[in-house]
DNA sequence: TTGAAAGCGCTAACAC
DNA sequence: GTGTTAGCGCTTTCAA
């Protein structure tokens, strides 16, 4: 049988080599206190001699915890998977879930099927916790994992979600409110925000921060000035063209990503300008940390948050909650830099 | 106790409930064909109308199947994970694992730890069979799973391998064979290649069919035009300003990625140069599907593969070894696709 | 076609 | 400190 094969020594085959019961075995190599030294040092040497690792499922069945904290991944939100935030988010939780010992399960399901596995992981008893991903504006999930009963936190927040719930999320606000307070202290009045899908939380409070932002100095938001689609390069570069365009186009620019900020320069190089002399650029990147030498692309000044360290944090958050189940709410708001480039723009109005 | 909270109804209360013994249950369930038609309609009815879902650790432990596959990502190579294309292959396999009922387990773990991991997942039965990310030139973890005696497939191949095992792979070699090629028919002689790291398997083949173009071409290589390093933008910077900075610059640049060859248009630009008109492109990307209109990057040819498309095969052809656990090793071969944007360059030598 | 009984590998009362 | 016993929820012989 194949079984047999892979697997390795069993507690019960270890107890029987060592002339001990199962349980003595079991509670020294589970540091129980009970246990006398010498027993356990013999047990632990016996178990590291025969290579012992104990089974998983069955550790699961007997006490009820699988060990695993689940990630579902709905894939219409077909560009969410292939965001390097996702992913990195994800490498970050990833490394505290392994050092605490818990696995990390990943469903990647068709956007219908995202309730019904949520469901299913947890009926199954497939997943002690769950980590919840791009959170919409109006967020039904986060009712149905309360109704369930499962600790749970969201990596972002739902501004349409009332009752408490655990998040970690980025001062999305506050950092757009800043950047475009910077852009208006170097004299830019028409700033474009080249924003990304508003139906995302996260995007409508970048919105926020800008509006806020501009309404504190006075100035009149001028819708023409924007735009809001999935952060790509090619919509950077459509945007930029079409701000470009108006009759009374934008000197500065608030990037949603670094990606969508390439795609600008593009435009804004096609038309013959410069950046740091003719207009300024802000882009906004969870992870700026994955360019060598940091932030080598001078002409833009960039507001980030190292997003690893998010997934870590939440990790660390979503273990402390599976821990003691009864635990309140756990939030935190992580500030992001601003990370000035060597040429910040100038204004040109 | 929190547990009981959670679960659902056991296949025990469901027999009890339909005064049916467990086992009858279980073979209803499963689809044994013994079970009498009207009993097993009657038990999934009950099944449904009580929303049951059978426990998996049960489930593993009684049957020795976990119905999980791993896929184990070491974090020094940090900027594998922050890679979209990686992202993208796991969500790809995600989305076949799901719907054959299976889970996908994600270990990141740091370099050092990996082969304890592999280790750990088989022996502790958290797994039916693994994924191997990334392979290098001389990669170990073959050897290493093949003890293990699992079913795994390989994500690439490592040449210095001879052993046969299963993988996937794109061909990458004849991806920048083809694309050398063509920009050779289009006159230039000092092509550049900005190639990602070439102790990664894929690069070194990217390299050689690179090589071999030139070779069947009759020019000889020259060192000073090839390049390797992370696939970044500022590294894509960097060679650009270096290579047209050589006393014989090149006319024509081989990007390995997307990411590096907008950085490659950034040097360019600042060089004056206009892209297709001074200078030639191509990039190679594992997935340009996620940008909306396919390539609207008009500078760019690209030769691209879908990642994604590669993840689904990759776990098919798991899943059919994991089902077969004595099959011979799957191999699969994709090739890639040339794109050609709208200019695509012109000799300038 | 159905059921009884044993067992997967481990933990957790409860005794001793 | 250590062992005995029962059981987690399911599958699987074997018998009926």
Redesign the interface.
Known sequence: ???E????VTLKELATKLALSPTTVSRALNGYPEVNAQTRQRVLDAARAA?Y??????K??AT?Q?R?IGHV?P?ST??E????I???F??G???N??RAGY???????PDA?EEA?Y??L?????VDGLMVHGPLLQDSRIALLQG???PFMVHGRSSGVNTPYSWLDINNRRSFCRATEFLLDLGHTRIALVNGLESMDFAMRRRSGYLDALHAAGIAPDPMLMRSS?M????G?KAGRELLALPQPPTAFLASSMIVA?GL??AL?DAGLKLGRDVSVIAHDD?LS????GL??PQFTATCSSVRAAGRKAAEMLLTLVGN?DHPPLTHLMETQLVLGYSTGRNRT
């Open positions: 049988m194949r079984f094969q892979i697997m390795g290579n690792h104990p089974n998983m499922r069955a699961s069945l009820g699988s695993a991944i894939i077909s560009h998977i292939v965001n390097p996702f992913a990195d994800i490498a939780a990833g490394e879930y392994s696995d990390m399960v990943l469903s990647v399901v099927d596995t469901r299913n947890v009926a199954r008893g497939s369930l009963g499962i999935e790509t390069e090619p919509y570069h390439y320069r593009r190089t992870d994955y360019m060598p030498n080598d692309v189940p």
